[in-house]
């Protein structure tokens, strides 16, 4: 069953709608409700699992967080008094959030029902509500309103840090929705400034770990701007790194307007490709790489390659690409 709504999703109407009222009432007629949120989270995964079964404990259900893998940077809004470790015991209604497709669950398992903001979730649960929304907190927020639950501050905090992470700290995805949720929950007493804060705490290691990077900085030819940044696997071991500190560099490393952005990170058997575009559809230079992903943040994984192989074959992709684009 996919529940139905169009248009953007307000904070005013949210407790009132129809699709909120519905996952709520599901929810409160269950015992017992486990959130699972998607591999490799981010802030939004995490909040959203974390909120949602802190909105249900709030109006006295039995709800419990399913998410093995918190990783440093995030795990401070999953309150650890929520955390099912091996999954809670007994008859469990399974909730996945921000979760495109289901084989990126944290648990795998059946889905009774299916939270999510990502246009493309093709619907596996059993009851969905796919909609539009800056953030998956935002679906979880109006949940929660249907159940009576207004945000607390440290709902509220948890609430925003979505939003914040979703949004890049409001520098992407922006539209009035984004900014009236974050009003409600800065209203309701979210802690901004901690958001922020926590959102972009680095080490001093890590700084001189990006000059580093950003010494390395090549262009490739061609009519659209391309910084590539390639990364041997011995650079970060040269710094003293917080352990989440390695994944960060797409949030530093922007990519030019009307260009590209390619990070090639050197592993044990792999190099990895992370593609960040401004208003350049990406698809076409990871596909010819064997990757894929969304039009402005794509992957590829070149496995059994040296860095300098990987390259030449993206300098090659690159040419044929953008040779392509200027045929056209
Ligand atoms: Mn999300």
Redesign the pocket.
Known sequence: MLLPGAGPLLPEQAGRDPAAVEVGAALAAAPRVAVVPHVLP?L??LASAAALAAALRRAGRDAWVLAPERPALHAWVVDPDLVAEAGPAGDCLRVAV?TARPDRLQVPGPVAVNLD?HEDNPGYGACNWVRSAP??TCLVAAVGLALGVAPDPALATVLYA?LYG?TEGFRVHLDPAAFAWAQAFVAAGADAEGVAERFHRRSPGFWRYLAAVAERERALPGPVPCRVFPVPAALPQAFPLEPFEAALLPSHLTPPAGGVVVILQEGRDAVRFRLRSRGVDLLPLAHALGGGGHPQAAGVVLRGVTLEQALARLEAAWSQVVGASRRT
């Open positions: 981010d939004d995964a921000d903001h953030s998956c979505g979703d």
